[in-house]
């Protein structure tokens, strides 16, 4: 028992420390464990029977159990992870567009650096998955893991390259579809700085650009962000949906 357990809190404590909303960097490793270590004690009647009944011979099939359950964790957890850089992709964009690229605060859904905008909205993304519900896709996904990846199978290596490739194309692909708007509104407006620039030279444009830029992106930030965060939400629930079986 004590062998099967430990099997199954290598993967979900992986899972859990990477997983969006239920691994974030402001949560306490502490906390983080200790919810990874409530789940496995909930999955273990449901996913005992997948793992071997006896313990292993000899050290080196223990050490390659051991070492898969933390790929399987590790894999599924950072492609979850990947799922939320769409947002930090948009918010890049807009900051840009902008005129807030230069704007950077620390980021703690990526532990680093990034744009005001990219922190806003990864920060309102990860709240409005717990007020959706739609963190429950990723409990489901923690446990149908299990049967997408039985407990001592070869991982399929080409599968699992080829889904990385893939959620790295949906979340740009997303991330610009969000803040196509402000790409447009950028092309709007330093077409008109530039035409304006060379219609009245003597004005310092860049004076009167940068206080407009802001507050106009600030506006059209205002009128767009519900719409912004549904197609967001709707991406989320798509891609989790996948490890859901």
Do not use: C
């Not at 270590?37 to 051991?66: C, E, K, M, N």
């Not at 980021?107 to 007020?131: K, R």
Request: no cysteine; charged share 10%; aromatic share 14%.
């Amino acid at each position: 028992m004590a062998f099967g357990f430990m099997l199954i809190f290598a993967r979900v404590g992986t899972l859990v420390m990477l997983m969006p909303a239920l691994g974030e960097q402001t949560i306490s490793a502490r906390v983080r464990l200790a919810f990874a270590l409530a789940l496995t004690f909930v999955l273990y009647p449901l996913v005992r029977d997948t793992y071997p009944a006896t313990l292993p011979d000899t050290i080196g099939t223990l050490s390659v159990l051991v070492a898969g359950e933390f790929v399987v964790g590790f894999f599924v957890g950072l492609a979850a992870r990947l799922i939320l850089s769409a947002l930090q992709v948009a918010g890049a964009t807009i900051a840009s567009q902008a005129g807030l690229a230069f704007a950077q605060q620390f980021d703690p859904s990526q532990g680093q650096q990034g744009a005001l905008f990219g922190n806003f909205l990864s920060v309102l993304g990860i709240t409005l998955i717990f007020v959706s519900d739609l963190h429950h896709l990723a409990l489901a996904g923690i446990h149908d893991s299990f049967k997408l990846f039985p407990p001592g199978d070869w991982m399929p290596v080409g599968d699992i390259a080829k889904y990385a490739v893939m959620t790295v194309a949906e979340a740009f692909k997303v991330g610009i579809q969000i803040s196509a708007p402000f790409l447009v509104f950028g092309i709007v407006f330093y077409f008109g700085l530039g035409l304006l620039n060379r219609l009245m030279p003597q004005i310092q444009i860049f004076f009167i650009a940068m206080p407009a830029n802001i507050t106009f992106g600030l506006i059209l930030l205002l009128l767009l962000l519900s719409t912004m965060m549904a197609w967001y939400l709707a991406h989320f629930q798509t891609a989790m949906g996948r490890f859901v079986s």
